[in-house]
């Protein structure tokens, strides 16, 4: 047969090439767990594997050529992703973020207010079981928050009006986590729920409206828009 002559026997020549040399990445599995895959989307298994590239010929790998950043690769799909989809919390992680966050501001509201008013035990108690404690009661919820309030050594701050800095430490700690995996709507929903417990005993005492303001700063709201739903959850007048 006569050599390959021209564009397309160059581009022949040229697969032929490509086909015996090429730098080929060797993979190693250096941890597993369960992640939220964007791909699949939903919790599934990943393996955390670090990669060697390597040039080859033949198929056989011969000359080093660095390594290549570490990748999380689903079981299930095999899509690799950048090991920053491991920031994201699985869905049983994020419903229970988002629970103990919905339970820790029911209970400063309540802290901030009282709990002497039935209308706003009654208000965080609905907002607590619909966020998932399923068999809180009224009375134990007084109880909680009377026992932290009877405990300053417990929560530094936080319930026993030692000052401002305990109290946002304590919100922060539960809410921040949470922000950046919320939409605009979610983290403005859950300032809502504080809002309407505080109201339903009347209106914002300034001990509430502080404790709201954190809410919204630690879920990264700006002061216009807490002010502006602060507003907005005040009943209409009939």
């Not at 564009?7 to 080929?24: I, N």
């Not at 309540?110 to 706003?120: E, K, S, V």
């Not at 209106?203 to 919204?216: C, H, M, N, S």
Request: some cysteine; overall charge positive; hydrophobic content about 40%.
């Amino acid at each position: 047969m006569l050599p390959s002559r021209g564009r397309y026997g160059r581009a022949v020549r040229g697969a032929r090439r490509s086909r015996l040399m090429g730098v080929r990445t060797v993979w190693t599995t250096v941890s597993d767990g369960e992640f939220y895959c964007p791909g699949c989307g939903g919790d599934r298994n990943y393996q955390r594997r670090t990669g060697r590239r390597r040039f080859t010929v033949l198929g056989v790998p011969l000359v080093p050529r660095g390594a290549a950043a570490p990748v999380v690769e689903c079981v299930s799909c095999q899509d690799r992703f950048g090991t920053d989809a491991l920031d994201h919390p699985t869905s049983q992680r994020f419903s229970a973020m988002l629970r103990d966050a919905v339970h820790t501001v029911a209970l400063a509201v309540l802290a901030a207010g009282g709990t002497g008013a039935r209308g706003a035990v009654d208000a965080a108690l609905a907002v607590v079981r619909d966020a998932g404690y399923r068999d809180c009661d009224g009375e134990q919820l007084v109880t909680l928050v009377e026992a932290l309030c009877a405990e300053p050594g417990r929560l530094p701050g936080f319930f026993a009006g030692a000052g401002a800095a305990g109290l946002t430490v304590e919100l922060r700690e539960a809410l921040e986590p949470l922000a950046p995996h919320l939409a605009p709507a979610g983290r403005e929903s859950l300032l809502l729920q504080g809002a309407r417990i505080a109201l339903a005993d009347g209106p914002y005492t300034p001990a509430e409206r502080d404790t709201l303001t954190t809410v919204g700063g630690a879920l990264t709201l700006t002061t216009e828009d807490v002010t502006r739903l602060l507003k907005s959850a005040r009943p209409t007048p009939s």
